[in-house]
């Protein structure tokens, strides 16, 4: 099994927004060897449920947000890949493993747009736009991981 986590500060707009983005589009595409998390580099939040806006983003989309509460990036998360919203978040998830074993990118490296980080809907208030950031890269970053870890569709 393939591990996945999304990251993002607080964890409850961006990166459970990219996971549940990315669940409904393995599912859609009958990918079954990804397992998907994501995790907040802050305490602020922790075992709170997604923030409203990405809850009526989500649920407008019909993806489902049960279950998903604001966990911490620990020291020994141990994901295949580690995909970071922005680049504050790829520094602080090097400071809190240092030694890090997944491969760490960037969401929007994984999208033709020409913005690098996705802006924290938290102060933007610009939930549908992040949820168009987020959606563009989720497919090609599946075709990443489909071929990177060798894994089969369908």
């Not at 607080?10 to 549940?20: D, K, Q």
Request: proline content about 5%.
């Amino acid at each position: 099994m393939v591990t996945v986590a999304f990251v993002c500060l607080g964890n409850i707009c961006r990166s459970p927004m990219a996971e549940g983005i990315m669940k409904q589009r393995l599912q859609d595409r009958n990918i079954t060897g990804i397992r998907v998390k994501s995790r907040g580099t802050g305490k602020w939040n922790l075992g709170q449920p997604p923030h409203e806006g990405t809850q009526q983003i989500l649920q407008s989309q019909n993806i489902p947000t049960d279950g998903m509460i604001s966990e911490l990036f620990e020291p020994n998360d141990d994901f295949d890949y580690i995909i970071a919203m922005d680049q504050s978040n790829v520094e602080n998830i090097k400071k809190i493993n240092p030694s890090i074993k997944g491969k760490l990118f960037k969401l929007l490296e994984f999208s033709s747009m020409e913005e690098s980080d996705v802006p924290d809907p938290y102060y933007t208030n610009n939930f549908e736009g992040v949820f168009e950031m987020v959606q563009s890269a989720c497919d090609n970053l599946i075709d990443y991981i489909v071929k990177d870890a060798n894994l089969r569709e369908g």
